[in-house]
């Protein structure tokens, strides 16, 4: 009796990995380590109204210890691949459990956000891609010629261009969809569902996905209108 309690004890993490809670723990886990990415990253852009030599500053600051910069790319890529990894397996599971759809669907206790996660995840990571290609590596940089370690001048000619800011917005009002409705989940996960916190928490959620994402926004436009230049 003891072998088989032990055996099932020795199998427990498999199954806790392979089961509904288990993705939705890997979504929650990742998730926060994307949360406090992308809150440090705003934070660090921000400082381009602070000037040039601020930003530039940062930049440097930045790329001064590549093992540290490495590290913690790995670590958000390998964040990125098991979140997305984990919403699809949680998608597909979804969709086994009821391959028919609703006759008549009404969507009563589900928010707008949390409707539109499965097609908004995908549209931020083009989005993220992009960027990357952009502002990182500055291989795709409409606007004029990319300088390497001027991150200001590279912000200003990138967003001087009137679609590319107008996607930068849009992705960012989908991230701001996107982490109203995964903040909210992260709190379910890890049990925050008590009916005396939850609307304290919903409100939290919205009000840091609305900083965030204005955040992000403020940026574009700023150089369209002249703010910055």
Avoid: C
């Avoid at 679609?163 to 379910?188: D, E, K, P, T």
């Avoid at 919903?202 to 204005?214: C, D, F, P, T, Y």
């Avoid at 940026?219 to 209108?225: D, E």
Wanted: hydrophobic residues 55%.
């Amino acid at each position: 009796m003891a072998t088989t309690v032990v055996g099932a004890r020795e199998i427990q993490p498999a199954r806790f990995w392979a089961s509904t809670n288990g993705k939705k723990a890997v979504m929650a886990v990742t998730g926060f380590i994307l949360l406090l990415f992308v809150i440090g990253h705003v934070l660090g852009n921000l400082q381009v109204f602070e000037g040039p030599a601020q930003l530039n500053a940062y930049g440097r600051y930045l790329r001064a210890v590549p093992e540290i910069l490495w590290a913690v790319r790995i670590v958000l890529i390998v964040s990125v691949v098991l979140h997305i990894w984990a919403s699809i397996a949680l998608a597909t599971r979804k969709m086994q459990a009821r391959p028919v759809g609703y006759a008549n669907r009404e969507n009563v206790s589900s928010s707008y956000a949390s409707r539109t996660m499965y097609w908004s995840g995908p549209i931020i990571l083009a989005f993220v891609i992009y960027h990357l290609l952009h502002l990182t590596a500055g291989v795709v940089h409409p606007g004029g010629q990319f300088i390497e370690g001027d991150v200001y001048h590279n912000v200003v000619a990138g967003f001087s261009v009137w679609w590319v800011s107008a996607w930068y917005i849009f992705s960012m009002i989908l991230v701001g969809f996107h982490l109203r409705h995964g903040i909210w989940s992260m709190f379910q996960s890890i049990g925050f569902n008590h009916p005396r916190h939850t609307p304290i928490l919903k409100k939290a959620a919205l009000v840091l996905a609305l900083a965030i994402s204005l955040g992000y926004i403020s940026i574009p436009v700023a150089v369209m209108t002249g703010l910055i230049k």
